[in-house]
């Protein structure tokens, strides 16, 4: 067999667990409460025909087709548990040119290569593009402060210590957004996102999909929803801009920004890209700054 006609019956064998041949195929990287499953349902919405497949938050370095945690098909849930034993009973009658959507929570290719492949053996030339999925500092740390406070099995140190690694890695993820024109991914601002039609519209075309249904669409369910506005069911209801300020009394947000202000690597990444949110951290930086010698 020549080694063209070897690599596309390994393309073969690759859909074959889906049970059809995709149109495109998007993988999707982004932190934990910065929009990813609206993101995502909204690309479903503008899928060729309306037909896709989503496996969400694929476990990093397996296959993401066996390691999903929850499935869509054509934007509705679909029953997981058969999914995981035979992906094709469940995906298959989406039918050839589907779009195929692939997610990963808290983790981007950097954190694995060169050393290991972040899909593991998933044949990465299959893939049509890669998406970078940001939210600005202060809301998204808001956002999931917010989320962990509700939950009871969560303590103070524990859910801080959670946090603060994320943290870590949201700075990790910054860094890909600055390489992204020189690794070809595409990057979605979900500030920008939410706001602006046209930024919608633009990506749509950077990603090679037409606009079938721009709108911001609904709350979508995963992890409980909005973090501040549990009742909400219209994405366009939601006041996401003001997260922050919506916990500026709260002494554990305050605690964490103090300590994210005096991080120079990420200060430095939120000043190219969100310079308001650097200036506020720089701000509280210098408010806990030690005095100057003599000055006491």
Known sequence: MSAEGQVQAEQRKEWAQLGFTPGQT???????????????NWLQRNAPSGRSVFLNNCKPVTDPLQSFRSIEVNAKHAPHRIAVKTLAAVTGDVGDGALLLLSYEDVTPAMFA???????PFDETLLTGNVLIYRGFLNWVASLLKKMQGNANYSLLRRNAILLQAIDFYGLLLWQVDQADELGFTCICYDDWVKSESYRAKILTQLGLS??????????????????????ESAGELDVSRR????????????????????????SRLERLFPRDAALLARIAGLNAPPEEGTL
């Open 211 to 232: 606009v079938r249904d721009n709108t911001l669409g609904q709350v979508q369910s995963y992890g409980g929803g909005s973090s501040f506005q549990k009742q909400v």
């Open 114 to 120: 060169p050393k290991r492949a972040v899909s593991g």
């Open 244 to 267: 922050w300020h919506q916990m500026a009394e709260d002494q554990e947000f305050a605690a964490v920004l103090q300590l994210a202000a005096h991080d120079t690597v990420l200060t």
């Open 26 to 40: 998007l993988r999707l990287f982004g932190m934990r409460r910065s929009g990813n499953h609206a993101i995502a």
